[in-house]
Nanobody, 125 residues
Framework: VQLQASGGGLVQAGGSLRLSCAAS????????MGWFRQAPGKEREFVGG????????YYTDSVKGRFTISRDNAKNTVYLQMNNLKPEDTAVYYC???????????????????WGRGTLVTVSS
């Protein structure tokens, strides 16, 4: 299984970015996909996740209303649309995948079997 995140970059506060995570080597539609981030000097934290076929989404409170996760099962890709970005959103963003995840564990990074390398998002003030 391989996950490749892309789309990071430098953006001004208030701007937008869309991250993509292309997956291979798995039956994509059967996997829960998560996005996590790690800011400098901080632990990695859950950003949001999207359920298997249903596409139901879940977000951490700090990004609700600004970030949107979607998936295209035909393209084996999950997206993270980030709007109204803030300097505190600066981090390396990772996508993760797991097939057996239960809903109560969606925010737990230890429950995900597969991880991408991450893409850096820098938001300037």
């Amino acid at each position: 299984v391989q996950l490749q995140a892309s789309g990071g970059g430098l953006v001004q506060a208030g701007g937008s970015l869309r991250l993509s995570c292309a997956a291979s080597g798995l039956t994509f539609s059967t996997y829960v996909m998560g996005w996590f981030r790690q800011a400098p000097g901080k632990e990695r934290e859950f950003v949001g996740g999207i359920w298997r076929r249903s596409g139901s989404t879940y977000y951490t409170d700090s990004v609700k209303g600004r970030f949107t996760i979607s998936r295209d099962n035909a393209k084996n890709t999950v997206y993270l649309q980030m709007n109204n970005l803030k300097p505190e959103d600066t981090a390396v963003y990772y996508c993760a995948a797991d097939r057996r995840l239960i809903l109560s564990s969606i925010s737990m990074e230890g429950e995900y079997d597969y991880w991408g390398r991450g893409t850096l998002v820098t938001v300037s003030s």
